[in-house]
């Protein structure tokens, strides 16, 4: 994992210019969401435009699948709105209560998305292993017109996140719900154009299955990585050994304890560390040289640094304990 964490650097905002630790109040995290706002509210709007559309056809010409379909795309809706919910919270200014602000929100979104989509998922997996014993009329081509019309949307959706997927787990839910809901409609459409070409009715079904099963792969991960994030695990991209080396090997320190590094939000990631100087407090300067290091080498944000000359006796949190 260690060689890649530079890629997302720039979502870090630049606290280390203003002096280190009492950078969180200015909005210099806030520019890696907010280019996304656009996305967020063209995606939300589309396929709100889209769900109607599907609905008034589906009970227009009495189709099952789609409305069964017009159901996926709202919990889509519900997605975005989870996820951009989080990165509107995540921005609001730190208070005394809440001293980081509400940057975590980004992390409660993106859990609360890995969720929904399983939630999804179970709806898909149910719906198809009902549709073997009793498969529903496909209505053919009107069905794959307008399950086209939803490759689009979901795929047009889908490319605005794409590049905010990697470094930011919250935009990936948005992402892969959209994603997913497009290979959910490419099903539709390809298994209708099989069936009416062979009449193997089970083949709908089926061609649903696999999908679920795709999606299901990706939304573990996204779980996972959500869930480690909430319990404060080092974020995935930054190497543990190697941020304590590189605090090690800084002039004068001959010992460093009680490193934590954990996710603030699905961003910025936050380190603390005592380390042992037993030739006396640096000064400022070192501090901060320190923190620029753990920015530009780490994407680390915010760090706090403890300095403890060591004379004798070890700090009461260097035992065996802590890490």
Known sequence: MGGHHHGHDHSHGHSHSH????????????HAPASFDRAFAIG?????????????????????????????????????????GGTMLARTAPTKRYTYGLKGSTILAALANALLLLV??????????????????????????????????????????????????????????????????AGVVIAGFVIWRTGLTWIDPAVSIVIAILIFWQTWGLLRET???????????????HVDEALCSLPGVTEIHDLHIWPMSTTEPVLTAHLVMPAGHPGDRFLSDARTMLHDKFGIGHATLQVETGNGHDCSMADSATV
């Not at 709806?123 to 073997?132: D, H």
Request: hydrophobic share 50%; aromatic share 6%.
């Open 19 to 30: 002096g280190g630790g009492h950078g969180h109040s200015h909005g210099g995290h806030s």
């Open 44 to 84: 939300i709007g589309l396929n709100i435009v889209f769900v109607v559309v599907e609905a008034i056809v589906g009970l227009r010409i009495d189709s099952v699948a789609l409305l069964a379909d017009a159901g996926h795309n709202l919990c889509d809706v519900l997605g975005l709105v989870v996820a951009w």
């Open 120 to 185: 999804a998922l179970g709806a898909i997996v149910l719906e198809a292993s009902q549709r073997f014993s009793d498969p529903a009329p496909t209505a053919g081509l009107t069905v794959s017109m307008v399950a086209g019309i939803g490759i689009a949307v979901n795929a047009f959706t889908a490319w605005m996140f794409a590049r905010g997927r990697k470094g930011d787990v919250n935009i990936r839910g948005a992402y892969l719900h959209m994603a997913a809901d497009a290979l959910v409609s």
């Open 227 to 241: 869930v480690e994030m909430s319990l404060s695990a080092v974020p995935r991209g930054i190497e543990f050994d």
